[in-house]
């Protein structure tokens, strides 16, 4: 953990008006430091991010970091594992961005990751892949996949509920779904239910569609189970194609059309709204990656291939993520705690820092955004990297945590 203290008196909280983040020179920032590796990372993020932000054109803004609680620090402080207190600063502030967290064994929360997204109704986790030269990746071409990955984040199975075989409860359930609906299960199953619904689909959707149209991307893929769960993937997809229909009826028009109306040519200024299925999508992820852009899926599809994604360009090392709701974000590694490396200097900060040009990008600080990404760029092709990546990387030159985010500094 870095040993600055801040004085929140230095900073103002974002707002909203007129629908937009109104964003002061000196936004106080939520941050959690999270647990095993979590400090070491989230250091070595503040030092990446401080340094950048003072290289904006004018030198008047600052990030002041307001560091708040959740996981074992928290619990630690205050005996509990997701403070109030942190969700409320969470919500006052509307921007934060987190360490990644240890789940509870017995303590009550299934997971405090889900927990704060549906506490603070954080429904898109948005996703970002891409490749960065020289990290060793699995694929022959893994610079062919450039997508950002809309996962819904509050529904699915993040929402579902299940009953363990043989319990009363799941019995219950099953009598119920034999003799009132004439469903046909075996006895001694467990039982789950995952809800999909309209409401939480469309503005999941809606808000990969703005994204695509904001930043000039081609087309926007409905990923789902639909040709097998009809009522609730399936569903996914229509309540997908609807919310185009309803909130982008200028600037969509769908694969179908295109064949049909367009002669197979897309009409320029506008995006291409298709779908696929799920195993047919992880196909494409590798076969043909080049031709999708930006993916919107159901929940557990999403998480699947978030990851599976960030495997074909080098790992979750280097994969960012954040948690958006309509206006308050919060910002995340996508990795573990990694207990057995905590504290030693050794864990590979880029996920987070990427994660941390997101949410530059998100105050509109994008020069500042862009100018770390190019940093971490070229250490990478420096061949100044973290033991998870020198091992990989033939001549590579070994640095530690904070090193490593020192060498991004020295190429902003």
């Known amino acids: 953990m870095l040993s600055q203290k801040f004085n929140v008196s230095q900073g103002e909280k974002i707002t909203v008006r007129n629908k937009r983040l109104q964003v002061p020179d000196r936004p106080l920032i939520p941050v959690i430091m999270g647990d095993g590796i979590g400090p070491d990372v989230m250091g070595a993020m503040r030092l990446v991010l401080d340094a950048a932000v003072q290289k904006i054109p004018g030198g008047t803004k600052a990030l002041v970091w307001l560091e708040v609680f959740a996981g074992e620090s928290a619990f630690a402080k205050y005996k509990e594992w997701l403070p109030q207190d942190t969700l409320q600063a969470i919500r006052d502030c509307i921007v934060a961005i987190k360490g990644p967290l240890t789940t509870p064994v017995g303590g009550g929360i299934r997971s405090l990751n889900v927990a704060l997204r549906q506490e603070l109704d954080l429904y898109a986790c948005v996703r970002p892949v891409r490749y960065f030269e020289g990290v060793p990746a699995p694929v022959k071409r893994p610079q062919d996949l450039d997508l950002i990955i809309f996962r819904e984040n509050t ?40 809800p999909i619904s309209e409401f939480g689909s469309k503005r999941l959707v809606k808000k990969a ?204």
Not at 156 to 177: H, P
Not at 212 to 241: C, D, R
Request: a negative charge; hydrophobic letters at 40%; glycine letters at 10%.
């Open 155 to 194: 529904e699915d199975v993040y929402a579902g509920l299940e009953w363990q075989a043989g319990t009363a409860e799941a019995d219950k359930a099953i009598n119920f779904l034999q003799k009132e609906l004439g469903a046909a299960i075996r006895p001694g199953s467990g039982i789950g239910i995952k």
């Open 209 to 412: 569609l703005e994204y695509a149209i904001q930043n000039h991307k081609p087309s926007v893929t409905l990923v789902h189970k639909g040709n097998i769960m009809k009522y609730t993937e399936g569903a996914f997809k229509e309540w997908g194609y609807q919310a185009a229909r309803e909130y982008f009826p200028e600037q969509t028009v769908t694969e179908t059309e295109v064949a049909e109306k367009y002669n197979g040519q897309p009409p320029a200024g506008k995006v291409i709204i298709k779908d696929r299925i799920a195993d047919s999508m992880f196909q494409q992820a590798l076969l043909r990656p080049q031709e999708y852009s930006v993916l919107a899926t159901p929940n557990l599809n999403g998480d699947y291939l978030s990851d599976a994604c960030a495997a074909q360009v080098g790992g979750l090392g280097l994969a960012p993520g954040a948690n958006i709701g309509d206006f308050t974000a919060v910002f995340e590694a996508t990795h573990g705690t990694a207990p057995k490396y905590a504290g030693k200097n050794m864990a590979n900060p880029g996920s987070v820092i990427l994660s941390g040009v997101m949410l530059l990008d998100y105050l509109g600080w994008t020069a500042a955004g862009q100018a770390v990404t190019r940093a971490l760029a070229k250490t990478i092709q420096q061949k100044t990297v973290t033991y998870d990546l020198e091992r990989q990387m033939q001549g590579a030159t070994k640095v530690g945590t904070r090193e490593f985010a020192e060498a991004i500094i020295k190429n902003l």
